[in-house]
């Protein structure tokens, strides 16, 4: 096979703080991002082989100079509700005349989802992916919750199998109109016949529930728990969209239950951000939402400074939050919700990867290839805050498509 040595690295994020080519600091933001400067590393058969000062670079079968960028692990959008028809930009531009949100227009994306062919939401699932991977994101986790029915919520599992491992049940998004008179009977019918029907098909490894007492339509503490529970049994991992709208018992539920993410964390007591720290629940943040709905914005300083594992994703939906740019979700999480440059960049990677039981750490022997690495058109990841709005990140593999033969011999 061939090895192909990326050079020219202005600066390289391995995730490693131990990487002994690391430039030293005093900073444990920074620490953690184990940033080599003029960096190199060798790809040898989709495995990391070599990283290290471009100066002390072995010889390689192709050779690509990044000319002073940095590079780093792709991205990690960790929460997306990728597979749906329709938009509402009708219901964003109400919100920004002053109209409140309550998760009850997530039913007008059902109805228009049910609508859709296969082909029709596998072309709209396909333009998505194609945008997320241009900005730099190389892992997705997809989430069904548009179908809410067995043979709909069936439809979009596949559908998202087909361009993502990392698929999530979310038959408990809403309680869809058709049971809005009888709660128990629908929550009775996702930990049944769904659940069976979704576990036979093998297309999902986790479920989620939107446990929202806030929202007429989301789920209570008491019904999360019977559907997380039902996940459990069968052996999905666990994931909640808890805490966004208002206080309630989501953080404490997926603490509790060993859910790998509880997503939002909006609205935290001081108990939240205790069994936060003091489980393996990763805190998924998603300021796009804030962004798109002018909530308040989740506040990262304090659960990093309780030692919480923090990690940040898009929540893409056409509802609360219609982009995938993980580079714009990084420069909200610098600017509204407390983070430096440093600590949003690990949680847009090593976080969000830890919540999908990836390791995104840049070392020999991680089995990363050149489509798992994201270039900046920058010097620095401080970039990514520090130039908003601009495309500064892409994926190295269409540049690595045309490297050059090595110069050496050897
Ligand atoms: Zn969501």
Redesign the pocket.
Known sequence: MTAILVTGIGELVTLDPEQPEATPTDRADVGALGLVHDAALVVHDGTIAWVGRASAAPGADQRLDLAGRALLPGFVDS???LVFAGDRAGEFEARMRGAAYDGGGIGSTVAATREATDDELRALLAQRIAELRALGTRVVEI?S?YGLSVEDELRLLRLAREVTPHVTF?GAHVVPREYAADRAAYVELVTGLMLAAVTESGCAAYL?V?CEPASAHAFDGEESRAILLAGRAVGLGLRV?GNQLGPGPGVQLACELGAASV??CTYLTDGDVDALAGSSTVATL?PG?EFSTRHPYPDARRLLDAGVTVGLAS?C?PG??YTSSMPFVVALAVRECGMTPAEAVYAATAGSGRSLGLDRRIVVGAPLDLADLAVLDAPSHVHLAYRPGLPLARPLLPAAAAAAPATSPD
């Open positions: 929460h997306t509700h989430k919750g979310l989620d939107f969209h997503d939002h998603l939402v929540d939906n609360t939050c």
